[in-house]
């Protein structure tokens, strides 16, 4: 494999590099694919190394913490409803927010691309709100967030694993006013495939779009549901095995490179904390599981543990067991999901192809009439309570299969 093969599978395009250069001579330009990589300007470049220093694929560092886990719930449920898992981001945002602090987060700016900005008012902790299945633009955040700690401000920021340690890396400590929230992450799509995805909604439905909800809670948190709201306030709303973005997602058809040997993962992490789903709570506490989505949160090290304790006022919190009822459902937490092996056919025909017709040469089942009559009946068996007894169901099934293997 030469260098830029080496580049192109293990970088994880966390902008590190471009945050730390001295003479501003790296950019982050979209590959064919449209993920971003390093391009440096030879010219300007003095080789500080700087870069070098910062990037978390070449420095990987592991701490020997021993985090406690949680699972948890936001008490607000209108919030809750409006976040992936158990709405632990909002709460998190909201203590630092009333500390006069700043959040930083991944949001979508007005043409619906994917990127981090900053927060300094509780009000738009909903720009934040919920996962977006794609590579966020980190763009200069990093320099950001490093004037607001010298300016004495608390600072929260949020992101992938990859993300939240090239934060650390650029700074080179761990100062006391920054708290960082890292996701489980199965990975990161591209950009080009999302913009694709957009604009297909557009002509299908000849208007603009005035939303995009990646994982509704209409049918329940265990239900996976795309919804997209057009200019005129109609809605479309597609379950994860139909909507193409979700169905190319989840069948590991569009993530980075990178994701797919990702080198941030673990279960001992430099972040405050760690939130992600917990798909097993009926199980481990059935108290907290009434539908709406509960976060397993891990709090990494002392400085989070003692943040913790404020921001606990805000959540309905039930302790985990790390060793066994983190590690049931710690899949993605340490381990990298396998590539499809028809990604790589799938990104040439990317710019060649129509949505529709990339999903009726992949997905060609998704048309069949069985799977029109199963879309058909999600809402009345959401109605009458079966969904979720189902879903419960599947879920028992999938994990007595996977701990027999
Ligand atoms: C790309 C991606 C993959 C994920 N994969 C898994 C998984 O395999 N298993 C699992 O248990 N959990 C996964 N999660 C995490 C999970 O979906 C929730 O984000 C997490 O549980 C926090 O939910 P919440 O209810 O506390 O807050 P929410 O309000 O849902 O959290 C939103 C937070 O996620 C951040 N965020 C949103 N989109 C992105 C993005 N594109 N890149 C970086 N940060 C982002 C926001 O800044 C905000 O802090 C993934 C999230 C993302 C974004």
């Known amino acids: 494999m030469n260098i830029s093969e080496r580049v192109k599978k293990d970088c994880c395009g966390c902008s590190a590099c471009m945050n730390s250069c001295p003479r501003d001579c790296i950019k982050m330009t979209p590959d064919k694919d449209g993920f971003l990589y390093p391009e440096v300007c030879e010219v300007l470049c003095v080789e500080c190394n700087k870069c070098v220093k910062v990037c978390p694929v070449l420095n990987e560092d592991t701490p020997a913490n021993k985090p406690k886990a949680y699972l948890v719930k936001n008490r607000n449920k209108e919030l809750r409803k409006t976040s992936t898992s158990g709405g632990f981001f909002a709460a998190a945002a909201k203590y630092v927010l009333s500390e006069g602090g700043v959040v930083f987060g ?3 700016d ?11 008012n509780i009000k738009d902790i909903k720009k934040f709100n919920r996962s977006k299945y794609v590579q966020s ?3 200069h955040n990093y320099r950001k967030v490093k004037e607001f700690l010298r300016d004495g401000r608390k600072v929260l920021f949020s992101g992938t694993p990859c993300q939240v340690e090239a934060l650390l890396n650029y700074l080179g400590e761990d100062p006391d006013d920054l708290y960082t929230m890292d996701i489980i992450c199965k990975g990161v799509p591209s950009p080009k495939f999302w913009k694709k995805y957009l604009s297909w909604h557009k002509k299908k439905s000849g208007k603009d779009i005035r939303e995009v909800r990646f ?13 997209v709201v057009y200019s005129d306030g109609t809605e479309y709303d597609e379950p994860y095995d139909v909507d193409p973005m979700l169905q190319f997602y989840s069948k590991e058809m569009i993530s980075r490179p990178s994701c797919y040997d990702c080198k941030s993962k673990g279960k001992h992490r430099r972040s405050s904390f760690t939130a992600g789903d917990y798909w097993y709570v009926s199980g481990a506490a059935p108290r907290m599981d009434d539908g709406i989505g509960v976060s397993q949160v891990l709090v990494n090290n ?3 543990a003692a943040a913790f304790e404020e921001i606990k006022k805000y959540l309905d919190v039930e302790p985990l067991d790390f060793d066994k009822d983190s590690a049931i459902n710690g899949g993605m937490m340490v381990t990298s999901a396998k590539p499809n092996p028809r990604r790589e056919e ?3 025909d990317l710019d060649n192809m129509s949505m529709g017709a990339l999903q009726r040469k992949y997905f060609p089942a998704t048309f069949k009439l069985k799977n029109r009559i199963k879309r058909k009946i999600r809402p009345v068996m959401y109605n009458m309570g079966l969904l979720k007894i189902y879903k419960k169901s599947m879920r028992k099934r999938q994990s007595t299969k996977s701990s027999k293997r």
């Not at 007005?110 to 300094?120: Q, T």
Request: hydrophobic share 30%; proline share 0%.
């Open 302 to 304: 002392e400085k989070a």
């Open 106 to 108: 991944v949001g979508f």
């Open 346 to 348: 799938m990104y040439a």
């Open 215 to 227: 994982r509704e809670k209409t049918y329940g948190y265990g239900s996976t549901t795309m919804r």
């Open 110 to 120: 007005d043409n619906f691309n994917v990127r981090h900005s900053y927060i300094e």
């Open 137 to 139: 633009e980190v763009g």
